[in-house]
């Protein structure tokens, strides 16, 4: 049964870091594409970070520049260290893997991120 849980969400002000964990089960997902979607109160889904099998990664223009993702294909894992975190930056973050880019198969449950004061 395929399974992938994030950690690491909570609470942070402003200008905080935190670092998501994606830890993937159930198959090897080494030639999956693997992203971070979120999911802000009243929003779209929107994804935030694609990181291919390779390590080429891609990242939407709001978080340039402050979040990096990284993965382990050998413990079938994914990471996302968000640096100077903004409000904007409040939602929930989704791992996702899929064989083509912009094409999830699987889904984890989500984790809280909260910017604020």
């Known amino acids: 049964q395929v399974q992938l849980v994030e950690s690491g969400g909570g609470l942070v002000q402003p200008g905080g870091s935190l670092r998501l964990s994606c830890a993937a089960s159930?198959?090897?997902?080494?030639?999956?594409?693997m992203s971070w979607y979120r999911q802000a109160p009243g929003k779209q889904r929107e994804l935030v970070a694609i990181i291919s099998s390779g390590g080429n990664t891609n990242y939407v223009d709001s978080v340039k520049g402050r979040f990096t993702v990284s993965r382990d294909n050998a413990e079938n894992t994914m990471d996302l260290q968000m640096n100077d975190l903004k409000p904007e930056d409040t939602g929930v973050y989704y791992c996702?893997?899929?064989?083509?880019?912009?094409?999830?198969?699987?889904w984890g449950q989500g984790t809280q991120v909260t910017v604020s004061s």
């Open positions: 159930g198959t090897s997902f080494s030639r999956y594409y």
């Open positions: 996702s893997v899929g064989l083509r880019p912009l094409q999830p198969t699987y």
